[in-house]
């Protein structure tokens, strides 16, 4: 066998793994793939290093990184903001703290509760799965409301349902203990739980992305009209979205039930909205983006957070958030990443540079010259 | 059947109510509806516009300012603050998609939020005195009326018919009717985009400084996190009425706030905390309905160039 058809023969191969990249799975699997490795590289190194309070910084960051991935699903995709996530961490996170708390606790808490609530007493995963299709559940009707609105009247809308959803968890007296803490909720979130849950939602989040629904979904964001044109179900794409997106901030909710072990209808109000819009938005329109934002505006947030202890400013670093976001709409409106997954702008990289040497050993000449790429194509 | 119960004056008493707090939330609504006819701009920092203007009456109080001077500069503090936020924020990002200007307002709105907390004003609410003839009372038959209540209406009234003065028989008003109908021709037509804009911005400051006056006013204090019930308000009733019309603004307020009232005296008592929850319901079935408003106003869910 001669070097030449060794070479023919690993160029096919090659050629037929650039074709297998054209199916949005593989894309979409690959691409995944190097988030997820960089994602858990970057937790387990900083938690395996760090002193105790980072540990739970760690725990918070994962937590809150779920929520964003939740948002960028729909809203990335859709175009549309969503203040309502928030309400559906809520849900979630107090119907695992009524699903897993010790039935002794629930007792003195809520006495009159209904009987399945009172002695329910489930472990952690069967208590996130029922939370999660609980909240799924809920966000289907409330989403075949929402699916046809946008701008300011989505804007409106899913402010009014985070609102609603607050005040009915501060008011249902005998099942969520009122305006009352409920206490007593097991402390099951580890950072191993964490870590496995974001990476299933970068996976979820980016297959989400690439499949026929979140194509035709990012088409309605761009144009609305045209994607109707080409025949875009714009209701049954956003409807998706949403659900699924209520799903993921359902995971975040649990995660942080039994980060925190105690609830209040407070805990999930508009304060919460506003720091995972800032992840959401700063970090840009795709998967990785939001994995990148979460990451910079947690590390941003706890630097600063370090520095209100120190200095006992209250209200310096959401001061200096809130600057970072309104610095970003006025000079970078569509985030870090733009509307690139990593490994995009990793594959446009290198066939940059890669076009530059040919034209550089086809010309001859230095490839910074003006011309150079067009000579090759 | 229990509503059957309800005797004359009382339901008397509770239109007076609403009266009342229809105005406020008239003015707001207006407020919001100048900026957004204009711009399709949704400003979250028009709550902040009230909590300044309101911490512009504590500070003037405080210091022994008499009332006729305390009103006029409180409503000027709305106005002056609202331009100072068009110059500085909202130009660099005229233009924009309407998501990039919601999230603007919005970063914006808790940038002054948290300045207030760290400029020394604390995360205490502060109690602002207001003289004494407005908590007194007269009686029409058996109805119960604050004389506070009764300047809220009259104010509310007042600046109404100015408004629709202006906006009809001036120059500026027309230009500003023009430019919410179509902003592009209106400009075409000679009239520069900034003086619009200024104006919407400059109406909006002064009318959320007049609502803060009565809002503020009625609760007593204000603290650091005061706007964002008045803008929330102002935005429902906004959006109730149809949010590019100026007419429906106020007819959303004095619905929201009519709204409001009878579902807290209609629930049983038990359940009376549930009525906000129950507004809100309503109001995203009125925008599933007509999602234009009551009265027909720009369609919102459409983007603005």
């Keep these: 066998m001669s070097v030449a058809q060794g070479e023919a023969g690993s160029a096919q191969a090659l050629n037929r793994l650039a074709g297998l990249t054209e199916l949005w799975v593989v894309r979409a699997l690959l691409g995944s793939s190097l988030v997820s490795v960089l994602l858990v590289a970057l937790v387990v190194g900083v938690y395996e290093t760090g002193a105790a309070t980072t540990q739970t910084v760690v725990l918070i960051f994962l937590y809150n990184l779920l929520a964003v991935l939740g948002l960028q699903v729909f809203t990335s995709n859709s175009g549309v903001v969503s203040f309502g996530h928030v309400a559906f961490m809520g849900i979630a996170a107090y ?62 809308v899913t402010l009014s349902w985070l609102l609603i959803v607050q005040t009915v968890l501060a008011n ?47 088409a309605t964001s761009a144009d609305p009209l045209v994607a109707r044109a080409v025949g875009v179900n714009l209701g049954r794409a956003r409807l998706a979205a949403w659900v699924l997106s209520a799903a ?75 600057a970072i976001f309104l610095g970003m709409m006025i000079l970078r409106p569509k985030g870090l990443l733009g509307r690139w997954e990593l490994d995009e702008l990793l594959a446009r990289g290198t066939r940059m540079l890669h076009e530059r040497r040919t034209t550089h050993a086809l010309a001859g000449r230095e490839p910074a010259q003006k011309g150079g790429r067009a000579d090759t194509t | 059947m229990e509503l059957l119960a309800y005797t004359g004056h009382e339901a008397a008493q509770q239109v007076v109510n609403a009266l009342s707090l229809g105005s406020v939330y008239a003015l707001l609504a207006l407020g919001v509806a100048a900026v957004f006819s204009v711009l399709g701009l949704i400003n979250f920092a028009h709550g902040e516009l009230v909590t300044l203007s309101g911490m512009m009456m504590l500070l003037l109080g405080t210091h022994g300012v008499p009332w006729p001077v305390i009103v006029p500069l409180t409503i000027l503090t709305g106005g002056a603050a609202a331009i100072v936020m068009e110059r500085i924020a909202f130009r660099p990002v005229r233009g924009a998609p309407a998501v990039t200007l919601l999230l603007t307002s919005l970063g914006l709105s808790i940038i002054i939020q948290n300045v207030f907390l760290i400029a020394g004003f604390g995360a205490q609410s502060k109690d602002i005195h207001i003289p004494d003839w407005s908590n007194s009372t007269f009686h029409v038959g058996s109805v119960i009326v604050q004389w506070f209540d009764v300047a809220t209406v009259l104010s509310t009234m007042a600046a109404l018919g100015i408004l629709t003065l202006f906006l009809r028989r001036s120059v500026r008003g027309l230009a500003l009717r023009a430019a919410s109908e179509d902003f592009t021709a209106t400009r075409m037509m000679g009239i520069r985009a900034n003086s619009v804009i200024m104006l919407a911005f400059l109406i909006s400051g002064l009318l959320a400084g007049l609502a803060a006056f ?42 929201l706030a009519a709204l409001e009232i009878f579902f807290q005296v209609a629930l049983p008592t038990e359940n009376t905390p549930f009525y906000e929850a129950i507004v809100f319901v309503i109001v995203i079935f009125v925008l599933l309905v007509r999602p234009q408003g009551v009265l027909a106003g720009r369609g919102i869910g459409i983007e603005r160039v």
Excluded at chain 1, 120 to 145: E, M
Excluded at chain 1, 289 to 301: C, K
């Design chain 1, 95 to 156: 119907t695992t703290a009524l699903l897993s708390t010790d039935p002794a606790t629930k007792a003195t808490q809520i006495p009159n509760a209904p009987g399945f609530i009172r002695h329910a007493q489930l472990a952690f995963l069967p208590s996130t799965l029922v939370a999660v299709a609980v909240t799924a559940a809920v966000a289907v009707p409330v989403g075949f409301v929402f699916a046809r609105l946008s701008g300011a009247a989505a804007a409106i």
């Design chain 1, 248 to 322: 993921m901030a359902a995971v975040a909710g649990v995660l942080y039930a039994h980060f925190i072990t105690a609830l209040a209808p407070t805990n999930f109000g508009f304060d919460l909205v506003f720091p995972l819009l800032v992840m959401v938005i700063v970090g840009g329109l795709s998967v990785s983006g939001a994995v990148v934002g979460a990451a910079s505006i947690a590390f941003i947030q706890e630097a600063l957070r370090r520095i209100e202890n120190s200095t006992g400013h209250q209200g310096v670093s959401t001061t200096v958030l809130a």
């Design chain 1, 172 to 218: 249902w007296d005998t099942v969520t203990h009122g305006t009352f803490t409920f206490y007593g909720i097991p402390p099951s979130t580890t950072v191993w739980w964490g870590l496995g849950w974001a990476v299933a939602a970068v996976f979820v989040a980016r297959l989400f992305r690439e499949s026929g629904l979140g194509l035709s979904l990012r």
């Design chain 2, 214 to 255: 009565f809002y503020i006013g009625a609760l007593g204090q204000v603290g650091y996190n005061y706007g964002f019930t008045p803008l929330l308000k102002g935005f429902v009733a906004a959006v109730i009425g149809g949010l590019g019309s100026l007419t429906g603004a106020v007819l959303g307020g004095f619905i």
